[in-house]
């Protein structure tokens, strides 16, 4: 079983910030935070990881909580292409087992 | 720019048919994984592989079967097709302490 919790389903505005959270409660010490994306008929594609500090790439930002009980992804300005499936997984990068994850539409 | 390349994106094979799914991988890394996805029950892992000739159960591995002769490629068979197995399939590769999984686009299989 997938050892985090998102919601099912986001909507977003075109240009406005998305934020998507993820539960995580039973992480342990040396796991990691990774979100992935999956566009309708693709692979999934590797968004951002981190442990216990905040991360930024081009793509998003990730917003780890003190207790890392939970995190959040941020997509700063989203667009009609960042429409997809977001899967936030733990682990220690091997062995990924991915839950449903969060339908995130962005709307124009 | 990195790949995962999955030999191909669509196909159709009868029941009964040996069907081998081709994955390369040329980012040098040591493992690579087979995820099959479907609607409802998101992506599961079949297979997977640390090191060449190596291979591991994931949690469906009834029905398939793996090779890794060479370090970049990672095979799945499926012995004798059934339409159950009718499916899309991810491969995906990783390296030890560099983050995370690299996909492939996927193989949509069709068994009929």
């Known amino acids: 079983d997938a050892k985090t919790t998102q919601p099912t389903s986001m909507d977003c505005a075109e240009g406005r910030a998305a934020n998507l959270p993820c539960n995580h409660s039973t992480i342990s010490g040396n796991e990691y935070v990774y979100w992935y994306r999956q566009i309708h008929s693709q692979g999934p594609q590797y968004i951002i990881h981190?442990?216990?500090n905040n991360e930024t790439n081009e793509m998003a930002s990730l917003i780890i909580t003190e207790d890392r009980k939970s995190s959040t992804l941020i997509l700063p300005h989203a667009t009609l292409r960042d429409t997809a499936v977001y899967y936030c997984i733990v682990g220690y990068g091997q062995n990924f087992v991915f839950g449903p994850g969060t339908r995130l539409s962005v709307l124009p | 720019d990195v790949k995962v390349t999955q030999s191909s994106r669509y196909l159709v094979k009868r029941t009964g048919e040996k069907v081998f799914l081709e994955c390369v991988q040329d980012?040098?890394?040591?493992?690579m994984f087979w995820y099959r996805q479907d609607p409802g029950l998101g992506l599961r892992l079949i297979y997977f592989?640390?090191?060449?000739?190596m291979k591991e159960k994931g949690d469906i591995p009834e029905g398939y079967s793996v090779s890794r002769e060479k370090k970049e490629r990672f095979s799945l068979i499926l012995e004798s097709a059934s339409t159950n197995q009718t499916s899309m399939y991810l491969c995906a590769s990783s390296s030890w302490g560099r983050g995370g999984y690299t996909f492939g686009s996927g193989t949509r299989l069709t068994v009929v």
């Open positions: 592989s640390y090191d060449v000739k």
């Open positions: 980012m040098d890394h040591e493992n």
């Open positions: 981190g442990l216990k």
